[in-house]
């Protein structure tokens, strides 16, 4: 009722005040919108703003639009970059995105006829960590299953090691892994999988101490990169994808055997993240194996 109620006043005509309105508004609608939590507002089909309420003007802090061109606000030269969206509305009559805005994830929904587009906006932040939580819950419980199975089920350890690793990759989207194992004082490249990023120069051995593959055996923990741009194996390309690296050192009977590092070519975001949890359990399991391959090695 509300939408049918904005959408009949009489036509407007310019008018910049503190909470911009229709002209005619009546004011006890105005009140009803204005104590709405939920942001609203309208806008022409162009997208020319018309009507604001306060949760509005709060989320954007913006204290008036005096002064304000409709560009800015809406188009494709906007301050506001969620607006830039009014191509996607004549798709459909009713359309809902989900667009992230600073350290916000919005929700916007629309609704247009032949004059107006109105809109209301929703905080769904919490929702959507809520939802991802669950997510990679799921994901890393899959991948736990998988690589247990696959260690009692498979007799041969080099077989077990290559599946589970084709596990890794594939359940956490990973595009690249490399596995150092620890000899003469040295980590000394032992296993690679997937294609490895143009911009990286693998290297075959890493001293003690030095990269990720090395700070991560020398600290024994894991060591998490999110966008090595400073990394001396990188050129400098403009416009490229992030890269992150994951280090876990391999544990064998409480005892570093090596590291395996994991690329993924984007941003990786493992904080407070399921993934802290459940890779040091199958790094375990793959040292577990690598002792049994240099088993059958070296009878």
Same mark, same amino acid.
């Given at each position: 009722?509300?939408?049918?109620?904005?959408?009949?006043?009489? %036509?407007?005509?310019?008018?910049?005040?503190?909470?911009?309105?229709?002209?005619?508004?009546?004011? !006890? $609608?105005?009140?009803?919108?204005?104590?709405?939590?939920?942001?609203?507002?309208?806008?022409?089909?162009?997208?020319?703003?018309?009507?604001?309420?306060?949760?509005?003007?709060?989320?954007? $802090?913006?204290?008036?639009?005096?002064? @304000? %061109?409709?560009?800015?606000?809406?188009? $494709?030269?906007?301050? &506001?970059?969620?607006?830039?969206? #009014?191509?996607?509305?004549?798709?459909?009559?009713?359309?809902?995105?989900?667009?992230? %805005?600073?350290?916000?994830?919005?929700? @916007?929904?629309?609704? !247009?006829?032949?004059?107006?587009?109105?809109?209301?906006? !929703?905080? @769904?932040?919490?929702?959507?960590?809520?939802?991802?939580?669950?997510?990679?819950?799921?994901?890393?419980?899959?991948? =736990?299953?998988?690589?247990?199975?696959?260690?009692?089920?498979?007799?041969?350890?080099?077989?077990?090691?290559?599946?589970?690793?084709?596990? =890794?990759?594939?359940?956490?989207?990973?595009? %690249?892994?490399?596995?150092?194992?620890?000899?003469?004082?040295?980590?000394?490249?032992?296993?690679?999988?997937?294609?490895?990023?143009?911009?990286?120069?693998?290297?075959?051995?890493?001293? =003690?101490?030095?990269?990720?593959?090395?700070?991560?055996?020398?600290?024994?923990?894991?060591?998490?990169?999110?966008?090595?741009?400073?990394?001396?194996?990188?050129?400098? @390309?403009?416009?490229?994808?992030?890269?992150?690296?994951?280090?876990?050192?391999?544990? #064998? $009977?409480?005892?570093? =055997?090596?590291?395996?590092?994991?690329?993924?070519?984007?941003?990786?975001?493992?904080?407070?993240?399921?993934?802290?949890?459940?890779?040091?359990?199958?790094?375990?399991? &793959?040292?577990?194996?690598?002792?049994?391959?240099?088993?059958?090695?070296?009878?």
């Amino acid at each position: 009722m509300l939408y049918i109620d904005i959408m009949n006043f009489s %036509y407007y005509k310019q008018c910049m005040t503190k909470y911009k309105k229709f002209p005619g508004f009546n004011p !006890r $609608k105005e009140d009803l919108c204005n104590v709405l939590s939920i942001p609203l507002f309208v806008t022409d089909i162009e997208g020319k703003l018309l009507y604001a309420n306060r949760s509005f003007f709060s989320l954007f $802090k913006i204290s008036s639009l005096d002064g @304000i %061109y409709n560009e800015t606000l809406f188009g $494709k030269n906007n301050s &506001i970059a969620i607006f830039n969206v #009014y191509e996607k509305l004549y798709e459909s009559n009713y359309k809902s995105l989900k667009i992230d %805005y600073k350290d916000k994830i919005i929700e @916007i929904t629309f609704h !247009r006829d032949l004059k107006y587009i109105i809109g209301t906006i !929703r905080d @769904i932040t919490s929702e959507e960590k809520t939802a991802n939580l669950i997510k990679n819950y799921n994901v890393y419980l899959n991948l =736990i299953k998988s690589a247990i199975s696959t260690y009692f089920d498979e007799n041969d350890p080099k077989t077990a090691f290559a599946r589970i690793m084709n596990d =890794i990759m594939y359940y956490v989207d990973l595009s %690249y892994a490399q596995t150092f194992l620890f000899q003469n004082e040295k980590l000394v490249l032992f296993h690679t999988l997937g294609d490895c990023p143009k911009e990286l120069k693998p290297k075959k051995e890493f001293l =003690i101490g030095e990269d990720t593959p090395g700070t991560a055996f020398q600290l024994k923990k894991i060591v998490f990169v999110k966008d090595p741009v400073a990394d001396t194996r990188f050129n400098k @390309i403009s416009g490229r994808e992030p890269i992150s690296f994951i280090d876990i050192p391999i544990l #064998y $009977k409480d005892k570093e =055997i090596g590291v395996i590092e994991l690329i993924a070519r984007r941003q990786l975001t493992p904080v407070r993240n399921v993934i802290w949890d459940f890779f040091p359990q199958l790094i375990m399991i &793959i040292g577990n194996l690598i002792e049994k391959m240099l088993d059958t090695k070296n009878p």
